[in-house]
């Protein structure tokens, strides 16, 4: 149990598009899901925070009108970049977590490169 | 002071010896604890998880935890050149909130030499 899955597994853009990845708990209701971004050989930044049908709390830094979430639905988040420049390439991960545990669950990482 | 702090390493031990990683943590109040795997290019996959004080076994793994002074470890027996890869400890703040967010650690690399 506690599967979550991740798609697409990489993708490749144009600077000034918008892509969306998604998120989901295959075996599990996530009440509350993460979204990671990790670039080369550095640790984890956890970028923001969403709780099903509530807006997702973002951290410090992190555009919240650039980093689109939407959770709405207990087993699927959505993470949408608006207008990608090439700094948003990174390795970006989800994790969730469900109800009444605490231990996070990560999806496999989507790598988004933006040319 | 880092909330979670971890050896960035490499740390280097024999196949088939004992590696042992450690994990300080700053806020008291700390109360979930974990250790998770992250090999290169691929995502973390939770091994451990720990909540109270003492030892916890899980085949191989041995988590340790220690409140009173601020620490928890993870202990690999009979090391395989498969563990290699970078060991996240993480922390979370409280048991009562659901799904509570995760502070990590650094990481620290282990490398198993054949």
């Known amino acids: 149990g506690a599967v979550v899955s991740q798609h697409p597994s990489r993708v490749i853009c144009k600077s000034g598009t918008s892509v969306k990845i998604e998120c989901r708990s295959l075996?599990?209701?996530?009440?509350?899901m993460f979204w990671y971004r990790q670039f080369p050989k550095q640790s984890l930044m956890l970028m923001a925070t969403?709780?099903?049908?509530?807006?997702?709390?973002?951290e410090q830094g992190v555009e919240k009108d650039k980093f689109l979430i939407n959770h709405a639905s207990l087993t699927l988040s959505t993470l949408t970049v608006t207008s990608a420049h090439p700094e948003d390439s990174s390795f970006y991960i989800c994790?969730?977590?469900?109800?009444?545990?605490?231990?996070?669950?990560f999806g496999p990482g989507t790598r988004l490169t933006v040319t | 002071q880092k909330e979670v702090e971890q050896n960035s390493g490499p740390l280097s031990v024999p196949e088939g010896a004992i590696a042992s990683l450690n994990c300080t943590y700053s806020?008291?109040?700390?109360?979930?604890f974990f250790w998770y795997r992250q090999y290169s290019g691929k995502s973390p996959e939770l091994i451990m998880s720990?909540?109270?004080?003492g030892d916890k076994e899980d085949g191989r793994f041995t988590a340790q935890l220690n409140k009173a002074s601020q620490y928890v470890s993870l202990l690999i027996r009979d090391s395989q050149p498969s563990d290699s890869a970078t060991y996240l400890c993480?922390?979370?703040?409280?048991?009562?909130?659901?799904?509570?967010?995760?502070?990590f650690g650094g990481g620290t690399r282990l490398m198993v030499k054949p």
């Open positions: 969403s709780n099903e049908g509530s807006k997702a709390t973002y």
């Open positions: 994790s969730a977590s469900r109800g009444g545990v605490y231990e996070q669950y």
């Open positions: 075996d599990f209701q996530a009440t509350t």
């Open positions: 993480a922390v979370t703040l409280s048991q009562t909130n659901a799904g509570n967010m995760l502070t």
């Open positions: 720990i909540y109270s004080n």
């Open positions: 806020d008291r109040v700390s109360q979930s």
